[in-house]
């Protein structure tokens, strides 16, 4: 509250007016003293001069009649002349001082006696003169000057103080008074400038600094507006900041939390009132207590420490990466907290183990493929030239085809390494999965035991998807297979549906699927389930709940790979003693117009050219040539591409078409057409390779490679492949 200036105006005004009154008054009083003197010195010198006048008078008068002697006359003038106003006695002596006239009393009070001596012409001395004289005009006009001298006085202290006052109250009470109501507005927070004006220079001093002053104060309080405003500002952006901030954000004094952000009370689930003076390890779980504690010792200590521990607000705990760092202000000590949930970090972190690990079986599965195809090629073509020749020996034909359909279970299996993998080139295009699930079934139902009913529920409007036919073949197998698995001991029922979804992006829906129709192929069964332990590790290449020698664990790992490779995904739902769920979502397309038309199944013809074999395995070279030879080529095999080089260089017009192995010391496949173009531009070449991440489409067209063959392959797709591009070859030439 501002300090009540009013009675101290009206003090200073009371105390000036007495003061005035008390000054007016004495200075009246004195004025009046001097009226008395002044009126009396005027009245004692009239006197004065009444009396020398009446003495000359008188003198003159009986100075003539002492001169004539006539006493009687003398007498009779000297009573007349007491009886006048002023003279109470006369009295007429000789020149011996004796009286010879006396007429009324001499008094020694209040009256004056002059005595003046008589002389004839100014000369002869005749006698003496006494004259008795008494001042009755002041007597008789007292009374009047003492009322006349007081209500003067009174009028003059009047007037004066009027006077004084109004002048006061004028040039410096009123002022003043303006003054102190401006005042008490800075007070009161209004910094308004005084609009006094015109006042005497001492007054104007004043307002004019007062003014300063104020204006001094209009400035401040302007810039302490302002200042608040932004420190406003800078609270609730701060607060914003704060509470935006992703994780949990804490403030720690004294063991009780003193700020939080609001996503801490929303993962709490508490208010904010629920959450002060709350103890932050009242969310730690129990085994972590004593680690927190002494990282917040730490960080009093060091200034900022970090550590995982497991956090529980509801049910289950929940990792997270506390950072702590010590803040000391006003000579307090603060902890500075942020807590980040590590629940997507620890997916991730799965995620990219498993990556890893997928890289390093794709690494070492591309190096398999690559022996094993050449080891499995020269094995297959001589079983298949063997199987031929023994036609008309049906016990020999037999173990050839047994030979056959070992080698091609080797050829499949390395597949399915390289599909899990994600290194096997497939030739995707649109398809419909009924037809090929139609087939499956099929098979199904002629392999499965009547124990274990099927169910097929297929969608006939399911649009195209883009994939390989065989491996949507493969994937209807294995998971019908593990389902058989798991029911084959007590029966059950095998449901596989096929329809097309809509996924949106839900949280209930696959997260790795981006929004879009799918068509979605479900294989449920009621077997025995999978533990909820073992649902993380389902994926895992060689995983497997199954007993000893019931499955290699790969079945689900090659699943998902064909899956994710079509952009897809697999969800998996079990449950123990209820059977397992599971669902592959593969994105159709847009239109089934590209769909491949069936290749047309006619007979070989003999092949006519000569053709030069190139492969750094002389088993594979020579097992090339008779399998070319055996389809009426006329072949010239070589091992290494040097070799290849210089036979090549004695005779190049000599050949129609070059078949070479891709991966070889001293020159690669591509690096050997090169330098064979060179000599003899336009030679049609074909690249073969067990496996190589060096050849895909991009690379044999940008090198003009005419066609390329994995290893190991059959030989009607050597024959087609070298049919179409000679053929190609001579229409161009």
């Keep these: ?219 401040r309080e302007a810039s302490q507006k302002r200042v608040e405003k932004q420190l406003s500002k800078e609270k609730n952006f701060m607060e914003a900041l704060i509470d935006t901030l992703p994780g949990l954000f804490y403030v720690y004094e004294d063991g009780s939390l003193i700020r939080w952000n609001r996503n801490f009370e929303i993962v709490a689930g508490l208010t904010q009132e629920e959450m002060t003076g709350r103890s932050f390890e009242e969310w730690v779980v129990e085994e972590d207590k004593v680690r927190v504690v002494k990282t917040m010792n730490e960080a009093m200590e060091l200034g900022g420490t970090s550590i995982e521990v497991n956090l529980r607000f509801k049910k289950e705990p929940v990792p997270y990466l506390l950072t702590a760092t010590n803040l000391c202000t006003d000579r307090k000590n603060f902890i500075l907290g942020v807590g980040i949930d590590l629940t997507n970090r620890k997916e991730l972190e799965k995620a990219l183990h498993h990556a890893q690990k997928m890289e390093s079986i794709g690494t070492l599965a591309g190096g398999i493929a690559h022996d094993f195809n050449n080891i499995l090629f020269p094995l297959l073509g001589y079983a298949d030239m063997l199987r031929e020749d023994l036609s008309d020996t049906p016990l020999l034909k037999k173990k050839a085809d047994e030979i056959l359909k070992a080698g091609n279970r080797a050829k499949n299996l390395v597949q399915q390494i390289l599909t899990l993998s994600r290194k096997n080139d497939q030739e995707y295009g649109p398809l419909r999965i009924q037809s090929i699930l139609k087939e499956a079934v099929e098979l199904l139902r002629a392999s499965i035991p009547k124990t274990i009913k099927i169910e097929i529920d297929i969608d006939q409007e399911c649009d195209f998807v883009v994939a390989d036919a065989t491996q949507i073949h493969q994937i209807i197998m294995n998971l019908s297979t593990n389902a058989y698995h798991s029911m084959q001991d007590s029966g059950g029922l095998l449901k596989i549906a096929l329809g097309q979804v809509e996924i949106t992006g839900t949280p209930e829906e696959r997260s790795g699927l981006k929004p879009g129709n799918y068509a979605c192929l479900e294989i449920v069964d009621t077997g025995t389930g999978i533990e909820e332990s073992a649902m993380d590790k389902i994926f895992d290449p060689y995983f497997t709940t199954k007993k000893t020698g019931k499955g290699t664990g790969l079945g689900l790992s090659i699943v998902r790979g064909i899956a994710q490779n ?75 591409s040097k070799n290849a080089l210089s036979v090549f260089e004695r005779h190049p017009d000599q050949y129609d078409l070059m078949i070479t192995d891709m991966t070889m010391p001293d020159m690669t496949g591509l690096q050997l057409a090169e330098k064979i173009r060179y000599l003899r531009p336009g030679l049609p070449v074909i690249i073969c390779s067990g496996f190589s991440e060096q050849i895909n489409s991009k690379t044999i067209e940008e090198n003009n490679i005419q066609g390329y063959l994995a290893k190991p392959m059959e030989k009607i797709d050597i024959a087609r492949t070298l049919e179409g591009i000679l053929t190609a070859s001579r229409e161009n030439n």
Excluded at 46 to 75: E, G, V
Excluded at 104 to 109: A, E, L, N
Excluded at 188 to 209: A, L, P, V
């Design 566 to 640: 079509c952009n897809g995904d697999v969800a998996v739902d079990s449950k123990v003693g209820r059977g397992t769920q599971v669902r592959v979502y593969l994105p159709v397309a847009r239109s089934g117009a590209d769909a491949p038309a069936p290749v047309p199944n006619h007979p070989l013809e003999k092949g006519t050219g000569r053709i030069l074999v190139v492969d750094d395995e002389e088993a594979i070279a020579f097992m090339e040539k008779s399998l070319l030879e055996r389809l009426g080529y006329k072949v010239t095999a070589v091992v290494g």
């Design 1 to 219: 509250m501002p300090p009540n200036n009013t009675a101290g105006s009206k003090s200073l005004k009371r105390t000036l007016n007495t003061q005035i009154g008390i000054v007016v008054l004495i200075v009246g009083f004195i004025i009046g003293i001097l009226f008395f003197l002044f009126s009396f010195q005027m009245d004692e010198k009239k006197f004065q001069n009444d009396i020398r006048i009446q003495t000359k008078h008188l003198a003159d008068t009986f100075t003539q009649q002492l001169w004539l002697f006539d006493h009687n006359t003398s007498q009779l003038l000297a009573d007349l002349a007491v009886e006048s106003p002023g003279i109470t006695a006369l009295r007429i002596r000789d020149h011996h001082k004796n009286i010879i006239i006396e007429s009324g009393t001499f008094s020694d009070t209040k009256e004056t006696t002059i005595v003046k001596p008589l002389r004839h012409d100014g000369e002869t001395l005749v006698g003496y003169i006494d004259i008795n004289f008494v001042n009755d005009t002041w007597k008789e006009y007292e009374t009047v000057i003492i009322i006349s001298g007081l209500s003067m006085m009174g009028l003059i202290i009047i007037i004066s103080y009027l006077s004084i006052s109004s002048i006061l109250n004028r040039h410096l009470v009123r002022p003043l008074e303006r003054l102190q109501k401006d005042m008490t507005g800075l007070t009161s927070g209004t910094f308004k400038r005084s609009e006094i004006k015109g006042q005497k220079t001492e007054i104007q001093n004043i307002i004019d600094r007062f003014n300063r002053m104020a204006s001094a104060l209009a400035d």
